[in-house]
């Protein structure tokens, strides 16, 4: 019978005595990175880290209020509408402080939030489309629905149903598209079902790297319907008691995070179709927050 030899068995039992942290992360490209340089970070610090990807806030919200998880990104913005129900704030300062009192009462931690990211909604429509009928706005874009042809929109299941989403999204913009009209899908097919004129609009998320990629153009929210969306991470007060160690951590990641240089790693993970994993790594490395091997 084969056995394993010393060496072996002083990993796996040095590995089964490392503190095991399970992380969660939304099912889109920006969330997937975050989670693996969080990932990467923790294992490098002594961490065994388990990962799970939930499709969406709700699934992933009621996760960690349960226990599930011990830690996740998220967004201010999404956590005051989306599981406290009230208007979301248009300064990211008092948002996150707004959400960061509120959800110290339930024993979750927000972290200190990277202000490089702005993963807000945006609406995309094709660039012929702006340059021929002179589209800048949303509110260009509602006059043109009204006066040319109904539009045929994308977006998630999220903004579909989201207090903040479309219904509202819509009041505010003076739109009036038919439900058959509005077209529900993962969240990476915006942009490509915008570039093949599958729809004339999605809305979707300012940080797919797919937008400059495909030539699509970002309307200006002229309105102020859309609210920063700054990224954070939201640990247990549970983890943080039993490994405080974790807060430096990822507080440190939080100040690494680049505007630039993280839009370009999206971009190679949407479009040239690079390993997340591998990039995450290689932006850890690239920060001096871990070493080289």
């Known amino acids: 019978m084969w056995k394993k030899d010393k060496a072996s068995i002083a990993e796996d039992l040095s590995s089964s ?8 992360s939304k099912s889109f490209t920006e969330q997937y990175l975050l ?21 969406g806030s709700t699934s992933i919200r009621s996760a960690i209020e ?10 201010p913005n999404t956590a005051i509408p989306f599981y406290h129900h ?20 339930i024993g979750l931690h927000w972290l200190p939030m990277s202000t490089e990211i702005n ?35 994308a977006t998630n299941s999220e903004f579909l149903i989201r207090d903040d989403g479309m219904e509202q999204f819509q009041k505010v913009y003076n739109l009036d598209i038919p439900r058959e009209n509005i077209i529900v899908s993962d969240t990476k097919l915006f942009a490509q079902a915008v570039k093949e004129s599958r729809v004339q609009a999605a809305v979707g998320f300012a940080s797919d790297g797919r937008i400059k990629a ?23 007060a549970r983890m943080l008691n039993q490994q405080p160690q974790v807060e430096t951590l990822l507080t440190g ?10 839009m370009s790693f999206l971009y190679k993970a949407d479009v040239l179709h690079e390993d997340v994993t591998e990039l995450a790594r290689q932006y850890l490395i690239d920060s001096g927050l871990i070493k080289k091997k």
């Open 119 to 153: 993963n807000t909604w945006t609406l995309l429509i094709k660039k012929d489309l702006k340059e021929q009928y002179g589209i800048k706005t949303i509110s260009d874009l509602s006059k043109y629905a009204k006066e040319q042809k109904p539009l045929n929109m």
């Open 66 to 75: 349960a226990g599930v998880i011990d830690q996740y990104w998220d967004y």
């Open 86 to 105: 009230k208007s979301v704030i248009i300064d990211a300062s008092e948002a996150f402080r707004t959400v960061a009192e509120e959800d110290k009462k």
């Open 17 to 24: 005595m490392k503190p095991v942290i399970t992380i969660g």
């Open 35 to 55: 989670t693996k340089m969080t990932g990467i970070l923790l294992r490098e610090n002594g961490f065994a880290v388990k990962e799970i990807i939930f499709k």
């Open 214 to 236: 495909y030539g699509l153009v970002e309307l200006e929210d002229d309105r102020h319907f859309f609210p920063p969306y700054n990224p954070a991470p939201v640990v247990t």
């Open 253 to 262: 990641l939080s100040k690494k995070i680049d505007h630039d240089k993280f």
